[in-house]
């Protein structure tokens, strides 16, 4: 079972929100005007779509001087306008110019107005291959008043620079044949305008510790949803995790999907996207591990009942700082416990105190009978927390008698080569069981060590850096917080 750090608000019953109705105007000098009126409830999100139609034609250039919208009834934020993923995100405005690759120039000059232009010597179709209509601008706004009832987003094209397809443009000469316009709709074949809306999906987020550190998201997609098709994209710092959810994603009534990641990129901002049926949705979620962390240390009144998990919280926060200055990544804030020293107390000589492994890897009689020579034991700390032990082949006939015997923790293990060593993992240590032993069994030989083992050993190395020595404290102080907040383990 996960060791679940519950949420203040993840399982407290929510009464079904009132469904209302929005009307909603998309006008434009240019666009056809259309009115649409959508159910609003909770957080929902409306998406205006401007549409164009010009077959034969090639856009050139254009240039929209305000985007305008009623500010106390819609909020218009890049995070809600975002496509691509982690490094390549950019805003979305100009969907024609986006699904180019074309950079445009998107801005909000004021609360309620969006300006943007763009121009490219590589001219964009200004219909698709079916002579049918593109979509030109796409803006997502989140519904700030429900009660609003009505409310119009207005369109003003100050020009969209058009040449004919067969013509010759070339950056050179391309602008011969432009014939610029504003609103003159007689050079295009058809415009439109569509407004869809979406509810927000994303509930809430909790934290579990496994052998990582796992971000729990919630959502409130039904059962129909996720016989269709639900996968939930995460993108953080250089990674991209993919979870397609399915019955066994049931937690409390709602469907969960997890993001795991390491100690180090607690503070790294995990963007998160639906696709529902085949089609992405345009809402974005974005949050970090320290979030929630911070909330339990700066909240500790409502976990009174957990008097062991604000401890542990700040052990978590210490433990990861640690891992973020020893691996050289950081974030905003600079670190998970954003400076604060939430644990002072000298445990060295503690960690010095512990006993040895009762079988030492250390052994003769593993190079002589089976070949192999121990070079050292670890700890990987990234999405697992996984106890490796190195080793030198130096007889390969000798340990081609055993190599298939290994076991760890009880189960079979393969070994991976790697720069002339060979080396076993055991991952997916759970934090309260940081202490534990765990047998590396090869031949007829049987060998424990345990991550407070690795911990000891930094400290008595003159070969570990300091930042490298005060992450082993730091996991040692996790591992006594854990214990405590997980007495029978998880």
């Known amino acids: 079972a996960a060791a679940l750090l519950c949420s203040l608000f993840a399982f407290v019953p929510v009464s079904a929100a009132e469904t209302k109705t929005l009307q909603v105007e998309a006008t434009s000098n240019l666009f056809e005007s259309s009115e649409t009126t959508v159910n609003v409830e909770g957080t929902t999100y409306v998406i205006v779509e401007y549409k164009l139609n010009a077959p034969g034609k090639l856009i050139v250039n254009a240039d929209v001087r305000g985007l305008t919208y009623d500010p106390n009834v819609l909020e218009w934020k890049e995070e809600y306008n975002q496509i691509g993923e982690g490094r390549n995100a950019k805003t979305q405005f100009f969907t024609v110019a986006d699904e180019a690759n074309v950079e445009p120039i998107v801005r909000k000059t004021e609360e309620g107005r969006i300006i943007g232009n763009f121009s490219t010597v590589k001219p964009l179709s200004a219909s698709t291959e079916a002579g049918e209509a593109i979509t030109f601008i796409t803006a997502v706004f989140k519904v700030l008043d429900l009660d609003a009832g009505s409310t119009k987003v207005d369109c003003q094209v100050k020009y969209l620079a058009l040449c004919d397809e067969k013509y010759d443009y070339s950056p ?58 639900v996968q939930v994209d995460f993108w953080w710092y250089n990674n991209h995790e993919t979870v397609t959810l399915t019955e066994d994603n049931q937690y409390y009534g709602m469907y969960r999907a997890d993001c795991h990641i390491a100690p180090a990129e607690i503070n790294d901002v ?36 957990q008097p062991n998990l604000v401890p542990l919280v700040k052990a978590l926060l210490d433990y990861c700082t640690k891992a973020q ?26 960690i010095l105190a512990l006993p040895d492994p009762k079988n030492s890897l250390y052994d003769n009689s593993l190079e002589t009978e089976y070949g192999l020579k121990h070079t050292g034991s670890t700890l990987v700390l990234l999405t697992k927390t996984t106890i490796r032990h190195y080793f030198k082949v130096v007889d390969s006939e000798k340990f081609a008698q055993v190599k298939d015997t290994a076991t760890f923790n009880g189960k079979s293990v393969k070994y991976t080569e790697k720069n002339g060593e060979i080396y076993f993992d055991l991952a997916d240590i759970v934090a309260s069981e940081l202490d534990k032993s765990f047998d590396f069994t090869i031949g007829e030989k049987t060998y424990d060590f345990s991550a407070f083992n690795y911990a000891k050993n930094c400290l008595n190395s003159t070969r570990v850096s300091q930042q490298a020595k005060d992450l082993a404290i730091a996991l040692y102080r996790y591992g006594l917080a854990a214990k405590k907040f997980f007495p029978s383990g998880v």
């Open 270 to 305: 995990i963007t998160v996207k639906l696709t529902i049926g085949g089609k992405q949705l345009h809402q974005v979620k974005k949050y970090a591990a320290w979030q929630y962390a911070d909330f339990v240390v700066n909240n500790p009144e409502y976990f009174s009942e």
């Open 325 to 350: 200055i020893s691996f050289n990544h950081t974030g905003v804030p600079p670190y998970a416990n954003g400076g604060t020293d939430y644990l002072t107390n000298d445990v060295t000589d503690e």
């Open 172 to 229: 050179f000469v391309q602008y011969a044949a432009v014939k610029e316009f504003v609103a003159d709709k007689t050079l295009v074949q058809a415009t439109s305008s569509a407004v869809s809306a979406e509810n927000d999906l994303f509930y809430t987020q909790t934290l579990s510790l496994y052998g990582d550190i796992v971000v729990n998201f919630y959502l409130n997609v039904t059962d129909a949803q996720v016989a269709e098709g």
